[in-house]
């Protein structure tokens, strides 16, 4: 293990845009790994879907409820930074960091049945959150082993699901009847069988990126890069609202239901998670969409227009609020669908911006900043909800998209002006 550090590396275009894909094992794989995510990434939200039954067993503040889900945030936080710092995304085998994080990650969660206190609650889920830093990014870059031409559409689609398996347990709430046990256990019987998925059946591609040890070069490497520094920028402002958005659209949808005149009970509870649920997956279908309009019109065209519109939905879900459900609920799928439409191509960006032997290092840096963001644009929500009431608690997170799509329209000026790309490039035929 070398803790020199490297000469520059030249950094090379994505050849993304000349290879065609033609191993024709690379749909197997890509089901794999969508199954795996969706099973696996169930653990992210599993506490959060009956953080009204923890919050009543704890008496515990809005503040308190929020760090439930934030909790797992910071978990993450540490998890890629460790990852980071360490290069074990380019060091350690992918399938067994993945297979490994997700049982730990099965465990700390199911012991959130048997804690005995809101702190060991917390450690709990701060452990899930560790752990699944070894689920999402190295998923990442496992399936970017065995796609180049339909990169943007492969890693979509992994994201897609991921989306959905973090609505799970948002359904299985739904469900009248179902309480805390259901919940927290069935995501983590998920989780497990995620792994053994992985480590069983996955191999990687014929686009393998080349390891490499240990040198705390890399991370200068990565920072030193513009490209990498917009694209993170664009990422930055996406994550401030996305998070936010899912982890209070429940509550948002319970207080808009109380004014309509719902009264309070497993009714509302029902369905402020079934609103949750469908807001949350329908994102799955937009990773999809936002994988093949990337593909075909470029990366950089697709987030700046996801931004735009899930920024809009922001706004105007504010004017829905206490109002029909029939004017509700499509804002909220709709802002559903563009939050996280865009979110796979800033994955997909960050590994054609830096040298291929650090794009493990590159995505744990940018994902572990995107989540130590979303600490704090969780716990903004609460106070302004308080202040100005929940109707427009939501329209302080258009300033995410703004400030995203402001850093990806430079994005696109630098790679023109490096001759690298053109920032919209025209559709391509399949």
């Given at each position: 293990?070398?803790?020199?550090?490297?000469?520059?590396?030249?950094?090379?275009?994505?050849?993304?845009?000349?290879?065609?894909?033609?191993?024709?094992?690379?749909?197997?794989?890509?089901?794999?790994?969508?199954?795996?995510e969706l099973l696996g990434m169930s653990l992210w939200f599993a506490a959060s879907a009956v953080s009204s039954q923890l919050g009543a067993r704890w008496q515990l503040s809005s503040s308190a409820v929020g760090w439930?889900?934030?909790?797992?945030?910071?978990?993450?936080?540490?998890?890629?930074?460790?990852?980071?710092?360490?290069?074990?995304?380019?060091?350690?085998?992918?399938?067994?960091?993945?297979?490994?994080?997700?049982?730990?990650?099965?465990?700390?969660?199911?012991?959130?049945?048997?804690?005995?206190?809101?702190?060991?609650?917390?450690?709990?889920?701060?452990?899930?959150?560790?752990?699944?830093?070894?689920?999402?990014?190295?998923?990442?870059?496992?399936?970017?082993?065995?796609?180049?031409?339909?990169?943007?559409?492969?890693?979509?689609?992994?994201?897609?699901?991921?989306?959905?398996?973090?609505?799970?347990?948002?359904?299985?709430?739904?469900?009248?009847?179902?309480?805390?046990?259901?919940?927290?256990?069935?995501?983590?019987?998920?989780?497990?069988?995620?792994?053994?998925?992985?480590?069983?059946?996955?191999?990687?591609?014929?686009?393998?990126?080349?390891?490499?040890?240990?040198?705390?070069?890399?991370?200068?490497?990565?920072?030193?890069?513009?490209?990498?520094?917009?694209?993170?920028?664009?990422?930055?402002?996406?994550?401030?609202?996305?998070?936010?958005?899912?982890?209070?659209?429940?509550?948002?949808?319970?207080?808009?239901?109380?004014?309509?005149?719902?009264?309070?009970?497993?009714?509302?509870?029902?369905?402020?998670?079934?609103?949750?649920?469908?807001?949350?997956?329908?994102?799955?279908?937009?990773?999809?969409?936002?994988?093949?309009?990337?593909?075909?019109?470029?990366?950089?065209?697709?987030?700046?227009?996801?931004?735009?519109?899930?920024?809009?939905?922001?706004?105007?879900?504010?004017?829905?609020?206490?109002?029909?459900?029939?004017?509700?609920?499509?804002?909220?799928?709709?802002?559903?669908?563009?939050?996280?439409?865009?979110?796979?191509?800033?994955?997909?960006?960050?590994?054609?911006?830096?040298?291929?032997?650090?794009?493990?290092?590159?995505?744990?840096?940018?994902?572990?900043?995107?989540?130590?963001?979303?600490?704090?644009?969780?716990?903004?929500?609460?106070?302004?909800?308080?202040?100005?009431?929940?109707?427009?608690?939501?329209?302080?997170?258009?300033?995410?998209?703004?400030?995203?799509?402001?850093?990806?329209?430079?994005?696109?000026?630098?790679?023109?002006?490096?001759?690298?790309?053109?920032?919209?490039?025209?559709?391509?035929?399949?």
């Amino acid at each position: 293990m070398s803790f020199s550090t490297p000469a520059p590396t030249a950094i090379v275009p994505s050849p993304a845009t000349a290879v065609e894909d033609t191993d024709p094992r690379r749909w197997r794989v890509l089901t794999l790994l969508a199954a795996a995510e969706l099973l696996g990434m169930s653990l992210w939200f599993a506490a959060s879907a009956v953080s009204s039954q923890l919050g009543a067993r704890w008496q515990l503040s809005s503040s308190a409820v929020g760090w439930i889900t934030a909790i797992v945030q910071l978990g993450f936080v540490l998890g890629t930074a460790v990852s980071a710092f360490l290069n074990l995304a380019d060091i350690v085998q992918a399938r067994r960091l993945f297979a490994l994080s997700a049982i730990l990650g099965s465990v700390a969660n199911a012991t959130v049945l048997i804690t005995p206190s809101y702190r060991g609650l917390l450690a709990c889920r701060l452990l899930t959150g560790f752990a699944l830093a070894g689920v999402y990014p190295p998923a990442m870059k496992m399936i970017s082993t065995w796609f180049r031409a339909r990169r943007g559409l492969a890693v979509g689609t992994v994201v897609g699901a991921l989306t959905v398996g973090k609505a799970g347990p948002y359904l299985i709430h739904a469900v009248p009847g179902a309480g805390t046990v259901p919940v927290v256990l069935s995501a983590s019987i998920a989780a497990f069988i995620a792994a053994l998925l992985v480590l069983l059946f996955y191999r990687e591609g014929p686009f393998p990126f080349p390891p490499r040890p240990f040198s705390w070069g890399l991370v200068a490497i990565v920072v030193r890069e513009r490209r990498w520094r917009l694209a993170t920028g664009g990422y930055l402002g996406h994550m401030f609202e996305l998070y936010s958005a899912w982890t209070w659209i429940p509550t948002f949808v319970a207080y808009s239901a109380a004014v309509m005149g719902m009264p309070a009970g497993k009714a509302r509870d029902s369905l402020a998670a079934l609103v949750a649920f469908c807001a949350i997956a329908i994102g799955g279908v937009g990773c999809v969409w936002g994988g093949i309009i990337a593909d075909r019109r470029g990366r950089e065209w697709l987030v700046t227009m996801a931004m735009a519109a899930s920024g809009v939905c922001a706004l105007l879900i504010g004017f829905a609020f206490g109002k029909t459900l029939w004017l509700l609920i499509p804002i909220a799928l709709a802002w559903g669908f563009f939050v996280i439409a865009d979110s796979a191509q800033f994955s997909v960006l960050v590994t054609e911006s830096v040298p291929p032997h650090a794009v493990g290092t590159a995505l744990t840096i940018q994902t572990s900043l995107g989540f130590l963001l979303t600490m704090i644009s969780i716990q903004l929500v609460p106070p302004v909800a308080t202040a100005i009431g929940w109707r427009w608690a939501f329209a302080m997170l258009a300033a995410g998209p703004a400030v995203g799509i402001a850093a990806i329209r430079r994005l696109q000026r630098t790679t023109v002006k490096a001759g690298q790309a053109s920032p919209f490039p025209p559709p391509r035929g399949r």
